[in-house]
């Protein structure tokens, strides 16, 4: 039988530690990951800072900002680790929770401002303030909602999952 380490914390909620999904740059896929050699270059050539090193493996931090497809990282890489299309989205979008400020009766639009793809939009709603609704079409993961939320209230899903949950 093996036995995990389980923080006080993770015990008292009746969980184990979980593990955490970590966002591949655009254009690598999971596979593509094992010759990486944690060399670096796509973290110092990402012109928007949000690329680094997370157990040696690449991967994407949206709270430093957006994904541009610039493809520097790619050009850059030495090993065989990026497809050779440039990518033009990453394999999930996002989700808008109630937390979300308009949910609050507080107006904020702050994620459709910093869309360059134009998936949020905001609908009215009677008595409140406009409400956002994700186009998941148009979405293309890239992150931009997520560094610029007042709340966090923006994060990642699957491209599979429902695009307008609200949790």
Do not use: W
């Not at 909602?145 to 491209?159: E, N």
């Amino acid at each position: 039988m093996r036995h995990e380490a389980v923080s006080r914390r993770e015990f008292l909620r009746g969980g184990r530690r979980s593990e955490i999904a970590r966002i591949r740059p655009p254009g690598v896929s999971q596979e593509a990951l094992a010759a990486c050699t944690a060399c670096g270059k796509c973290i110092e050539h990402c012109p928007t800072g949000i690329v680094h090193l997370a157990d040696g493996l690449p991967a994407i931090d949206f709270s430093r900002g957006e994904c541009t497809f610039c493809g520097a990282c790619a050009a850059n890489c030495p090993e065989p680790v990026f497809t050779e299309v440039a990518a033009t989205r990453f394999d999930h979008i996002v989700t808008i929770a109630t937390s979300c400020l308009p949910f609050q009766r507080v107006d904020c639009q702050a994620c459709r401002d910093a869309c360059p793809a134009g998936a949020i939009r905001f609908r009215p709603v009677r008595g409140g303030p406009f409400v956002p609704d994700l186009i998941a079409e148009a979405c293309t993961g890239c992150g931009a909602c997520i560094s610029v939320c007042p709340v966090g209230a923006v994060a990642t899903a699957p491209l599979v999952a429902e695009a307008a949950t609200y949790a």
